[in-house]
């Protein structure tokens, strides 16, 4: 057995994290985590997926995934709908506040403000935004569109329209890099649909779409690598891809590296805790994979380890 070391505080991100990695509990998961994220980046074979669930850019994490997606730390992104909704209404300029958890909700609804923990927003402003992307959508009418095609399209808009503005949307057009959104209808983004779609507007987006396109990413590469802050839709979605690729013969055992920051427990059987052993059984991990869950709040664990990876200086591996 290896003794544990005491973690020295350090003005260093990097080797905090390192340190970290050799104490205990949860402290030692995300030093852990640095380490398998660093060797998803280094081997050249692995693609690496990031489902994105909680009200991560309200939470005021946006900035940390624009750098994960400029620095390459990611190629695929799943996300709620609420997180790339959100992500749209900064880039257009609709802010969210600093509230309090212990707010009068009832004066928060006759003023006209949604609360999202002690987040303030006002949703006059989400209205908006909402109409924006039905005016949008009858631009493009008629369609029948992936979810990532749609919301590919809004983004390239958005970057034409707001040249001088930087969002993770914008960062991912700019980029080349994907944006899946599985429950696109369980959001701000749907609302907007379905007002284009009563004014008569043929907007369709096919879900089905998503499955195969997502897929087939994960058919075509040697490994893939996944990471995931919380669990909900994104987190199955990428899980089930090795399913879906081992039943049309190009399955690779499961996933070759996955990584997650949860609060979720395992014991109340829901997928956002369950473990990747279990998974495991269901061949969407590989047996022997690097592998390590982090139970902490992701606005704690994603700027601490955002800051690990750059500050470690992690490149790239050059694609075989």
Not at 59 to 71: A, N
Request: aromatic residues 8%.
């Amino acid at each position: 057995m290896k003794p544990t070391t005491p973690v020295t505080p350090i003005n260093d991100v990097n080797r905090l994290l390192e340190g970290m990695s050799q104490t205990g509990f949860q402290g030692r998961k995300l030093g852990e985590s640095l380490d398998i994220w660093t060797r998803m980046c280094e081997d050249p074979d692995c693609t690496i997926f990031l489902g994105l669930s909680g009200a991560m850019i309200p939470g005021g994490m946006q900035e940390c995934l624009i750098q994960l997606v400029e620095h390459r730390y990611v190629d695929v992104i799943v996300s709620t709908g609420a997180n790339i909704f959100h992500d749209i209404c900064e880039h257009l300029g609709v802010r969210h506040y600093m509230g309090h958890h212990h707010a009068d909700d009832c004066e928060l609804f006759s003023r006209g403000i949604d609360r999202i923990y002690d987040v303030f927003a006002y949703e006059e402003e989400f209205r908006s935004i909402d109409l924006r992307i039905a005016d949008f959508a009858g631009t493009i009418a008629p369609f029948s569109c992936s979810s990532q095609e749609f919301i590919r399209m809004f983004g390239e808009w958005l970057v034409e329209k707001h040249p001088e503005k930087k969002s993770l949307l914008s960062t991912c057009i700019r980029t080349g890099t994907p944006v899946f959104i599985p429950a696109l209808c369980d959001s701000s983004i749907g609302i907007g649909l379905l007002v284009a779609r009563r004014k008569g507007v043929d907007a369709n987006i096919n879900q089905i779409a998503d499955v195969d396109e997502i897929s087939r990413i994960v058919e075509g590469a040697k490994k893939t690598g996944v990471i995931y802050v919380g669990g909900g839709v994104p987190k199955n979605f990428i899980q089930q891809t090795q399913v879906i690729a081992d039943m049309y013969g190009a399955g690779q055992e499961g996933h070759a590296y996955a990584i997650q920051y949860t609060t979720d427990a395992p014991h109340w059987g829901g997928l956002s805790g369950c473990t990747f052993e279990e998974a495991i059984s269901w061949g969407k991990e590989a047996p022997h994979c690097p592998r390590v869950q982090c139970f902490c709040d992701a606005t704690i664990a994603l700027p601490i380890i955002t800051s690990g990876m750059i500050g470690r200086g992690v490149q790239r591996a050059t694609r075989s």
